[in-house]
């Protein structure tokens, strides 16, 4: 059976097009069209989180690093915590939004140190405090600086005064009134 | 590995092979690897010895973020090509993105860093990739390249087997003139 003058005009065609697609689309074509990816949102959604993302990569590493330390598995830091595993398994992936209810409590478990605060407690001491606590507190701070200036006024004075007497001397002997070791 | 289909990441330009094997396309996957902390920490605990060579001297926890932050400098190449590319004169995956290597990567090079600057930039995080065309490419995979030739280490081993797979594959869709086959990889350039 002859074929079809439209099927040859069909078959040359397409093979015109072939001619002309790049690799690219060819493979596009030959491999059944190609599947959409969502890489690209993820890439943005991780570099816009970064910051944070990285904070909770820097607790995942000790935790693990900790875990290998003192030769635990993951599943004995789930059961020592009271967690399931899957919850470890996120912690050390990187990915959690940590609390500091949660840190703390990790914290004991592995007798870690995942996040120092030190520094910032000797910043973060302030006090409530009522008003008459804070008006002793002025007045004390008041009377202290009174008590001071004054004490540095007074010593100012006896300076003076010494240096007054100390002149007074020096002129005595330049001029022969004191006789040092007659 | 087998291969199951393609996925298309930057339209008309970057593509890459999804494997039956693993649970998203080869380029997404190596970068949920390179964000995996727990996936790092194993990884340089198994090779820690090269780590600890005189070419790299480096530290575990250096390491793995030396990871982090590598891969977060190829996603920012990645979307700004994707969303400049396009743009007369704006960086484009040739040269800017992806660099054509020897042909004898394949037994042998790790190409001398010398267009990128002392030793202590060399990068960990290699892309492997088919150049289809100018500016096209096909992801095969990609892997953290501690040692000098790819053949030394069981990961770059199997990206060059994948390499040379999908390149078999490739053929058998008709595409035998693509331009570098397997010989493209994607550096960072810190």
Redesign the interface.
Known sequence: MKPKIMDILNLKIKNKIMDTLNNYELLRQNAGGFKKSNALARFKEANQHNDSIRKSQLIALRILRAIRKKGWSQKQLSDNMGVSPQVVSKWVKGKENFTLETIEKIEKALAITLIDIADEKKSVSAKVITRSEAYNTVMTYATTTVFVAAAAATTARQDHAYTRLSVRKSNHYRYGLIRKFA | MKID??????E??L??V?YVEEPS?S??YC?ELW????YL?KYF?QNKALLATDFWRMD??DA??KV?NEA?KF??D??YC?EHGKTKGAPRLDNTIFRSLHRDVLSNIRIPSKAYGSEEENSFLRIYAIR??PN?Y?VTGGAIKLTKEMQAHEDTALELLKLEQVSVY?RG???N??EDYGYIEFENKE
Request: glycine content about 4%.
């Open positions: 289909c393609i996925f298309e990441i930057i008309n330009s593509a890459a999804k396309d380029f997404e970068f964000d995996d902390v727990e920490e605990e575990l926890n793995v973020f982090l977060k996603r920012e990645i979307l994707a289809l065309g096209e096909v490739l869709l008709g595409i003139e693509a």
